[in-house]
């Protein structure tokens, strides 16, 4: 066996959970902490209150601590450079650098490098300039996409189904400034029709490692209506995307984005995520994220067959499996449990009864997203609050036991959607 190490995760969120659960698993995990963490991950890690944009504290923990291995969820400090900054102090920490992580944090270069190296999208136009943007959304045919050039929290994407509605997210975006100096450039895209696949695969720079696909579900209420949201829940595995279009993802999309980041220069060496689309043409790529999924980790990783250090390190080691990830297990679906209001304005310091009844069962993890220790018991301290994962042999199984675990738990105010993969399991009714 490779050595023991102390591991550092950066985040807090329902990600991060899923992170420190599953690196906890390997026999490899000496001591595990986490910054800042949350009240359940502090069940399985050591939270240290270190924001996830002090790069210079964190990296000053990591030498203090002895750490081994440091692994970053959120996306904000991979584009502050805090791989940079490790790697700089010969700190291990799997991510991309700051020069690679531009793939995710400016939407502007990663269309015009999807465009330069063939790698298929919709078709699009860039834009610095705010006349220019709107004279050319007169030539375009709604709907249409207006995407802040930066990252804006997950909410720099506008859809829209009339010209008046895309020319105000245009003057929002670059004039008003919505989004602050992310918003300065944006691009406008073609408006793609499919089903939308999250695929993640861990890259050396040059081999990738395939995770198990998955389905985020975005708009807050159930049919997909009403606004986008980080994420309501998820599913995996995914029945519409076979083997053969999940090698067509990664023969057409992934491998030639990582052969296209290390011809730019800008070696990518992380998770590398993939938000796909079916179309009626194929699929497409409508971004690039530079890190895991959230809520996508919180069914992905519980699938994992293998050990998540060891890929990890042969990640750094740029030694990885080049192959699909060992066998899978059965299927798991995560139902968001969110604070009344959100996506819009909410409460937090909501006490939340039930988790002890739910940690009990095997077939159901609890990843907490936002929540806080008191001396009351453990309360909502953010908008998403819980990801209840259930897992089963099969999606109508893992979705079953998701639902009943959700049942079990409650928070005042708490909202979920009901139909988390329930059309993939070809079922819609309501358990
Ligand atoms: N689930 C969407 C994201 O992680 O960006």
């Known amino acids: 066996m490779n050595s023991r190490l102390r591991i550092f995760v950066v985040g807090s969120g329902g990600r991060e959970h899923a992170l420190v659960w599953k690196l906890a698993q390997s026999p490899r995990a000496e001591r595990i902490f986490c910054a800042p963490g949350n009240a359940g991950i502090a069940q399985q890690a050591e939270c240290v209150p270190i924001s996830s944009s002090d790069l210079v504290a964190l990296a000053d923990f990591a030498e203090q601590e002895n750490i081994g291995l440091t692994v970053v969820g959120p996306e904000l400090p991979l584009s502050q450079g805090i791989v940079d900054v490790f790697r700089e102090r010969g700190l291990r920490i799997f991510g991309p650098d700051r020069a690679a992580a531009v793939l995710e944090s400016s939407k502007v270069w990663c269309k015009q490098t999807l465009s330069k190296y063939d790698i298929p999208t919709g078709y699009f136009a860039t834009f610095g300039n705010v006349e220019d943007a709107l004279s050319y959304l007169q030539t375009q045919e ?40 992310a918003g300065r450039r944006v691009v406008i895209e073609e408006y793609l029709e499919g089903d939308e696949v999250s695929v993640m695969a861990l890259s050396d720079g040059e081999n990738l490692f395939l995770l198990p696909p998955s389905q985020d579900h975005k708009p807050v209420f159930d049919g997909d209506q009403g606004p986008n949201t980080g994420g309501m829940g998820c599913y995996s595995p995914v029945p519409l995307l076979s083997d053969d279009l999940a090698e067509q993802a990664m023969e057409q999309i992934m491998r030639p984005a990582v052969r296209a980041m290390a011809q730019e220069g800008r070696p990518y060496v992380g998770c590398l995520y993939g938000g796909l689309i079916l179309t009626d043409e194929g699929l497409k790529t409508l971004e690039f994220n530079c890190r895991f999924g959230d809520p996508e980790s919180q069914v992905v990783l519980p699938r994992l067959g293998g050990d ?13 499996p080049d192959a699909e990830t060992s066998p899978d297990k059965g299927a798991a679906v995560c139902v968001v449990m969110a604070s009344g209001g959100y996506p819009g304005e909410y409460d937090t310091g909501k006490l939340i009864h039930g988790l002890d009844e739910v940690s009990k069962r095997e077939d159901v993890v609890v990843f907490h997203a936002a929540t806080k220790a008191t001396d009351e018991g ?20 893992a979705i079953d036991t998701a639902y009943r675990a959700a049942d079990q738990i409650s928070f005042d105010g708490a909202h979920w959607r009901r139909d988390i993969g329930r059309r993939a399991a070809g079922r819609n009714e309501v358990a």
Request: hydrophobic share 45%.
């Open 142 to 181: 709604p709907p249409v996409v207006v995407k802040a050039d930066g990252l804006a929290a997950g909410k720099g994407v506008t859809v829209s189904r009339t010209l008046e509605d895309a020319q105000e997210a245009v003057r929002s975006s670059m004039i008003e400034g919505v989004f602050g100096s």
């Open 308 to 320: 998540l250090v060891d890929l990890l390190d042969a990640a750094l080691d740029r030694n990885l």
């Open 378 to 397: 453990v309360v909502t301290s953010g908008g998403r609050v819980l990801g209840v994962t259930g897992l089963g042999d099969s999606l109508p199984d």
